[in-house]
């Protein structure tokens, strides 16, 4: 299940506030460990372990630029989340598509049956 | 145009809405009366419903248990903190997977919406990382299904 543990180390990076500034941030493009640093009132080693959480779930990558190390998003990685929302939003669709139904053909009385 | 919505807000909760082209009478009894909900509340293709069991008052609990044909199962246990009908439930609620999961603290509120009614469920996690936990590992019913069709559509580029 090489996926899933993904989703789950992507999903725990996402639930720090810090870490969600840090994607926000990449999303308008890449930005070294100094750049990263500048909006928060937070050292440069403690920036680069959210991005080691970032890097190890897969949602952040480094480049390699002379001896600069920019950072980015990795879109794959991002677009996963993503999908997975959209699949637990079909579960839970499909559920509710069958009590639809049920709606629509039992015609249920107001005042209820045998509970309350 | 999905009906549904999922999203966080803040770090430890999720809402979801649905409307229903139903009063909220209706749509109250389909989420109190067992023998309708072991008919719906079933989650991806496959999966059944053998146990229901409801005690619908506040300090009632309940059990809801599924399963495939492929012999895999999996249960629900909650207790009822408050129901009004037909407008608001309040229940806890752990999955065991087999492993209890720390408890969800769940707020059904149904609200009249036209002729129809609006479904709002604030679901309330203990900390992030719970809710980080269920995200991922897939908070409703039997989300193996959908892990096996989500492995097969991580290639392709595009799937809402």
Not at chain 2, 45 to 66: A, H
Request: aromatic share 6%.
């Amino acid at each position: 299940m090489q996926l899933h543990q993904n989703l789950d180390a992507a999903f725990s990076a996402l639930a720090d506030p810090t870490r969600r500034a840090i994607l926000t941030r990449l999303a308008r493009g890449e930005a070294t460990v100094t750049e990263l640093a500048q909006p928060f009132e937070m050292t440069q080693p403690a920036i680069s372990q959210h991005l080691k959480v970032l890097e190890d779930a897969g949602l952040v990558a480094v480049r390699v630029d002379g001896v600069r190390r920019p950072r980015r998003l990795v879109k794959p990685g991002i677009e996963a989340i993503d999908k997975w929302l959209d699949l637990l939003r079909k579960g839970l669709e499909k559920s509710y598509d069958r009590l639809d139904l049920l709606l629509a053909e039992m015609n249920i009385p107001p005042k209820g049956g045998k509970n309350p | 145009m999905s009906k549904l919505t999922l999203k966080t807000e803040g770090d430890t909760h999720i809402i979801v809405t649905r409307h229903f082209a139903a009063p909220p009478e209706a749509v109250y009894r389909a989420h109190t009366d067992p023998t309708i909900v072991q008919k719906w509340l079933l989650g991806p293709e496959g999966w059944t419903m053998p146990v229901c069991r409801m005690e619908t008052k506040p300090g009632g609990s309940f059990r809801y248990e599924w399963a495939n044909a492929k012999g895999q199962g999996f249960y629900i246990t909650g207790e009822y903190l408050e129901l009004h009908p037909h407008s608001r439930i309040v229940h806890v609620e752990r999955m065991f997977l087999p492993d209890p999961t720390p408890d969800n603290h769940v707020e059904t509120r149904f609200d009249a919406d036209g002729s129809g009614t609006l479904m709002t469920m604030r679901m309330t996690l203990p900390d992030t990382k719970t809710r980080a936990m269920m995200l991922a590992s897939g908070m409703e019913h039997g989300m193996e299904a959908s892990y096996v069709r989500l492995e097969g559509m991580i290639p392709v580029a595009q799937i809402a």
